[in-house]
């Protein structure tokens, strides 16, 4: 298959091998996907990348790690998945076997057109569900707007097919939903009604809809989607700090994923109380001394930011994570 980056009828031979490669245009997915749950997830979830620099395992019950971490070409460019079982994948990230793994697939374009190239010929789906995922998130081929239709078209033809091969594989997914006009919109309240059991839903500001007016339309059209479909959408968010207010008044439950922790950590920051907020600070450790205490003490203090946002109380340990909106704010659907 030849590479992505744009799809177009004015070449009408590859054109015709880009939509026979997913099922022709837009063609939903056929059967049952293998749903997500959301009941369980918690309103604030850390995502790691490695387990370097640490002693000590991070004692949190959910984390999520970026499918790169999984999967992506070595040395030699060869794709390869990078881990055998759950137990190998764990000791890498430094977590309890208790801890739950979301795998997000909303990474730079160059690892899911990798995985895209790659998922069926080396049974990349099916050597990821032997690593016991919680779930992972569809990957989010682009909707650009400077280029042709037909190309964010064959980019929602690919998430259509990337969630069926994820699903078979027995993996629980999480369908990303990419859109950027009302007849997108219109597609996935098809799906989403022959969808009847899929609730939980992935979507990423941390591109395109990080500006502020490309954002606030992607979010109006996930509002008008929970309302249209009848039923509470629980939206998974990556990169949504700034959004917390209207999550929690339009959604009776989510959830934000959150890497600042684990990158600030690396970098050696620690955030510190600071007029009655919190700031990030630069406090340099010694040469080879483990970052296990400082991660957690980062997780704790950020997700504790998040509460106060929303009102809701500050706690300590564990029994923070289990902390959700639904009580605070019940949504209303039509």
Partial sequence: MHGCDVVCPSVPLLFGEYFADVGGICVPPSEPLCGFDPAELPLYIPQINHGGRRDEDLDEPWVTVPLYVLARRDRRQRYVVRFQSGEELRRALRVPAHTKIIVTSAVP???????????????????????????????NYSFMLDVPRTNSLYNLSRIFRAAEAISTAGIPT???????????????????????????????FQTGTSHRDIGDKYFAGLIDLQ??????????????GGRLAALQKHFRAFTVVDS????????????VPFQGGAKWRLRRTAPGASLSSRLATNIERHRNRFLSQLGLPIQTGRGQLLLRTKAAMPVTLA
């Fill in 109 to 139: 374009d160059n690892y899911i057109e990798d995985f895209w190239a790659e998922h069926r010929v080396l049974q990349v789906p099916e050597r990821l569900a032997a690593l016991g995922l919680s779930a992972m998130t569809v990957p």
């Fill in 174 to 204: 999480m369908l990303h939903l990419n859109a950027s006009t009302k007849k997108d919109w219109e597609r996935w309240l098809k799906v989403l009604r022959d969808q009847p059991h899929i609730s939980s839903v992935s979507l990423e």
């Fill in 227 to 240: 309302q249209l479909l009848g039923r509470p959408l629980h939206p998974f968010v990556l990169a949504g």
């Fill in 260 to 271: 600042t922790p684990f990158f600030k950590t690396m970098k050696r920051q620690i955030l």
